[in-house]
Structures are given as structure tokens and as C-alpha cells.
């Protein structure tokens, strides 16, 4: 995944603990997002079982949903 700001860079070279409950990493939610396009909570839930615990690590989950979509679409003006 090409995240743009410095933070996810080192976030995702250290791989770091997104959801403390189920012990899923970031390069595996990545991967969810980016390898198998999928594109909501639900759908990250079900293929990883990423956040199907306190739900504490959802905010976090729907903000790389997020910084994905502002990527592809920054991406589709690029001529
Ligand atoms: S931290 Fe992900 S469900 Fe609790």
C-alpha cells in the first residue's frame, strides 16, 4: 500500500498492531485494502477478523479506508 505521509510509512514498515484484540497487523489490513480492494469495515471484519472485538481499533481502520480512497482518487487526476 503507498500511503503518502511520512507516519504510515514507518507505521507500516514496523507493521504495526491495528487491532489489539484479533492481533491483526497493518500490513494484513493493507493487503485486505489494497490486494483484495476491499472497502468497508464489514468486509475487512470478515476477510481478517480485524475489529471484531471492543471495536476500539475501528476509528483506525476507517481512517486507512479512508486515505485509500483520497489516494485512488488523487490518482485518477493524474493525467
Ligand atoms: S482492538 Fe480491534 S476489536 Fe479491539
Same mark, same amino acid.
Given at each position: 500500500m503507498q500511503f503518502a505521509d511520512h507516519n504510515h510509512h514507518s507505521e507500516l514498515a514496523n507493521d504495526v498492531l491495528i487491532c489489539r484484540c484479533l492481533k491483526v497487523r497493518l500490513s494484513t489490513i493493507a493487503d485486505a485494502i489494497e490486494v483484495c480492494g476491499l472497502n468497508s469495515i464489514r468486509?475487512?471484519?470478515c476477510?481478517?477478523?480485524a475489529g471484531d472485538g471492543c471495536t476500539a481499533c475501528h476509528i483506525r481502520i476507517r481512517q486507512l479506508l479512508h486515505q485509500?480512497? &483520497?489516494e485512488r482518487d488523487a490518482a485518477m487526476? &493524474?493525467?
Open positions: 468486509d475487512i471484519r476477510a481478517t477478523g485509500r480512497a &483520497v487526476l &493524474v493525467p
